[in-house]
């Protein structure tokens, strides 16, 4: 069965920390790992990884994936309140067709 | 553009009755997934459709269908609804290439349902 497990479980930081948020999985027929973002409802897409040690950028937000030891890591710099939400990663399963999600991080950024 | 959309926005129920749930994908994606979030959790699948066709599908009970039209549009019904079966329902639309890419799934803003 495939298990992902998103740590911490929850943060607390301060406007302008940077916070590395970590995922691990175990997903036959692995095709990617997605990151998403949520606020109140959709997940909104973040980044898409499919091979190992190509860091992906957007902003302050990066994200790299280790095929070899199975975990993929979201780093936030100089965060913002805005950056508060529950983050999800979700490796995808080809035989399946389906993504499998973590628990989530939640991230709490105050002013 | 016009992102994924979802109907109805929330819905309440008792037990033992039917529901029908409703999304529309991106225009030009054929694939429709389902996800099932309860809170303080992540989504968990139910079902993916292309094409038509049922491609995948979760550890969910036989309640649990789902159709996909000819416009790509996709319902999922749940019948004999339980206690359990409230939770935020989740749609996700994407092109499903098969070029060896990965596929990105893009949600909608969900339907709330509420069983009581």
Known sequence: ?111 | DAGVTQSPTHLIKTRGQQVTLRCSPISGHKSVSWYQQVLGQGPQFIFQYYEKEERGRGNFPDRFSARQFPNYSSELNVNALLLGDSALYLCASSLMRSSGRGNEQFFGPGTRLTVL
């Open chain 1, 1 to 111: 069965e495939d298990k992902v497990v998103q740590s911490p479980l929850s943060l607390v930081v301060h406007e302008g920390d940077t916070v590395t948020l970590n995922c691990s999985y175990e997903v036959t027929n692995f095709r990617s790992l997605l990151w998403y973002k949520q606020e109140k409802k959709a997940p909104t897409f973040l980044f898409m990884l499919t091979s190992s040690g190509i860091e992906k950028k957007s902003g302050r937000l990066s994200s790299i994936l280790d095929k070899k030891e199975l975990f993929s890591i979201l780093n936030i710099t100089a965060t913002q309140t805005g950056d508060s939400a529950v983050y999800l990663c979700a490796p995808f399963n080809n035989a399946g067709n389906m993504l499998t999600f973590g628990g989530g991080t939640r991230l709490m950024v105050k002013p």
